[in-house]
């Protein structure tokens, strides 16, 4: 404290920060940030906590750091739950969340993850409500919402539709588990 930030506002509010100490601001580097933003070479910033020192549970907790790296891999299939802390909802699909990552473990190419949205931010990704659940499969980083039921055996229906490696993967190779029934999904 204090900060100083240049807010440009539109459909993703993009925030500048000043990454200089204010206690210690000159005229001079005022204006270079002012005539860096006006030329494009300032970086948005946006809000990430750090990066877990541990992430090998069943569901992948994401940071705004972090997004591109574990989202926008284009090998594997991603079911995202962006959420709040103090949302009810939310707080009610954390186990079944755990319980479909569990059920995924196995297949190395699907994450079932899940980020903090009140303490990061991912340019391109607005959020509205809590949770919020989006699907970015192989091929298609943009993603796309997720609006069917939010009981396990929805997600499961989901990913034997949409995922090639869901559907291989609980096709009958009993190497990998007994053949699944779609009522059993």
Not at 24 to 35: G, N, Y
Not at 45 to 59: A, I, L, Q, W
Not at 92 to 119: C, F, N, Q, R, Y
Not at 122 to 150: A, H, Q, S
């Amino acid at each position: 404290m204090p900060t100083m930030r240049i807010i440009q506002p539109g459909a993703d509010i993009i925030k500048y920060k000043f990454e200089g100490d204010v206690n210690e601001l000159t005229v001079e580097a005022l204006d270079k940030w002012i005539v860096d933003f006006d030329t494009g070479v300032l970086t948005p910033h946006r809000k990430s906590e750090d990066v877990p020192e541990s992430n090998d549970g069943p569901v992948v907790v994401v940071v705004g750091t972090e997004w591109e790296k574990i989202v926008g891999d284009e090998t594997k299939d991603v079911l995202m739950e962006y959420y709040a802390p103090w949302c009810g909802h939310c707080k009610s699909l954390a186990p079944k969340w755990e319980e479909l990552g569990e059920h995924v473990k196995d297949i190395k190419d699907i994450v079932i993850a899940k980020m903090d949205s009140t303490a990061n931010e991912v340019e391109g990704v607005e959020i509205r409500g809590f949770p919020t659940l989006k699907w970015y499969p192989k091929g298609n980083k943009k993603g796309e919402d997720y609006n069917d039921g939010r009981e396990v055996k929805d997600f499961k229906e989901f990913l034997a539709k949409n995922s090639a490696s869901y559907a291989a993967h609980f096709s009958g190779d009993a190497a990998a588990e007994e053949p699944v029934k779609q009522e059993e999904l």
